[in-house]
């Protein structure tokens, strides 16, 4: 039952998809051999073969020299042509959009920033062009933005938060991170958790009762935005900027009082999305070690002893975070098709015992 709900694959044209996608998937992480790539993918060697000429032809992959490190006669060794494709990642900054060119293994070649206004779109196009010289083909963009942005392209788009993305970047640094909490903590806070493979928004974490006073933008009183977020410790402090806010001494202390229901409100979720570790994304990402080790402090003595181990770590893409990650989800989305590949993974786990 519902092993063919979203794809038939015992259908040839099917598995072939899937199979390609495999493939270049695992070319993603790494020059890699067809004898180690039927290894890994446990498919037989005709049909890896015969998959990576196709690819090889249609250019999407290259020979990246002689695997030397098998026993025996070396492998040819194949790797992604990065070159062959782009995506765009478009990002929402407020006043204006930040508009990127990537490559197939998520490299920013270029990025410019356009006002918003009346001529945004027709300069956008403009732009797009200019960046897509040469014969590459463009997959598709995404767009990071908290809302609707009504941006029209030439080509598929996606849309994504600024707190996926950030966190889309920190798995592609780090690795899987299952179960790890990111809180993206920059003008608004936004927190996502990452099960099975899948980042799973959650849209109330900002808006848990952490005092008892504070207007938010949702209505409610005493939200943990209207304590703690990066727009309220500008405000309060006056502070001109966040490199400002982060990096002066006096602040100090009104930043520890953000981090006070910050540390509740990050106690009370890990223990009720059993999250393993948090990462902190965003503007506020950079403040001091010592900020770092009193959040810390704070969580670990809020939590019960079992899971005082949970640590909170400050992002590794940094300011980058959201462009990095917005250009990986164009290519999660339409160049590797990453989603489909984890259905698929987690309906095959299922099936195993019933197969047996
Ligand atoms: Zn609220």
């Not at 600024?162 to 909490?181: N, P, Q, T, Y």
């Not at 949702?218 to 309220?232: T, V, Y």
Request: glycine share 8%; aromatic share 6%; net charge neutral.
């Amino acid at each position: 039952m519902g092993y063919n709900s979203f794809m038939d694959f015992s259908r040839p044209d099917n598995a072939r998809t899937i199979n390609r996608l495999k493939v270049l998937s695992e070319l993603r992480m790494g020059a890699c051999s067809k004898a180690e790539l039927s290894r890994r993918l446990d498919i037989n060697k005709v049909s890896i073969g015969e998959i990576c000429s196709k690819m090889t032809e249609e250019g999407l992959i290259e020979s990246a020299g002689k695997d030397l490190s098998a026993p025996g006669r070396p492998g040819t060794l194949l790797s992604i042509n990065s070159k062959a494709g782009r995506v765009f990642s478009i990002e929402d900054g407020g006043k204006s959009f930040s508009v990127a060119v990537s490559d197939l293994l998520g490299r920013i070649l270029r990025y410019e920033r356009l006002p918003k206004g009346d001529a945004f779109q027709d300069q956008l196009l403009r732009l797009i062009e200019k960046m897509s010289a040469g014969d590459a083909r463009i997959y598709g963009a995404a767009i990071a933005s908290e809302t609707e942005t009504g941006i029209s392209l030439p080509f598929p788009s996606v849309r994504i938060t600024h707190s996926e993305a950030e966190a889309e970047a920190e798995v592609a640094r780090l690795g899987d991170l299952e179960s790890f909490l990111f809180i993206s903590w920059s003008d608004c806070i936004a927190a996502t958790i990452r099960k099975r493979e899948m980042m799973i928004p959650l849209p109330d974490f900002p808006h848990m009762k952490a005092q008892k006073e504070g207007n938010c933008s949702c209505g409610g009183q005493g939200c943990l935005e209207a304590a703690a977020s990066g727009r309220h410790l500008l405000e309060t402090t006056g502070a001109e900027s966040y490199r400002s806010l982060l990096g002066n001494a006096v602040y100090t202390d009104a930043i520890k009082r953000a981090l006070r229901p910050m540390a509740a409100a990050l106690a009370e979720a890990v223990q009720a999305l059993s999250a393993s570790s948090v990462i902190i994304t965003g503007r506020m990402a950079m403040m001091s070690d010592e900020m770092y080790a009193y959040l810390q402090t704070m969580v670990s003595s809020l939590l019960p002893p079992a899971r005082s181990d949970v640590t909170i770590y400050r992002s590794s893409a940094g300011e980058n975070g959201a462009r990095e990650g917005t250009a990986l989800k164009a290519l999660d989305t339409f160049f590797y098709n990453t989603e489909l590949l984890s259905r698929l993974r987690a309906i095959e786990k299922i099936s195993v015992p019933f197969l047996i």
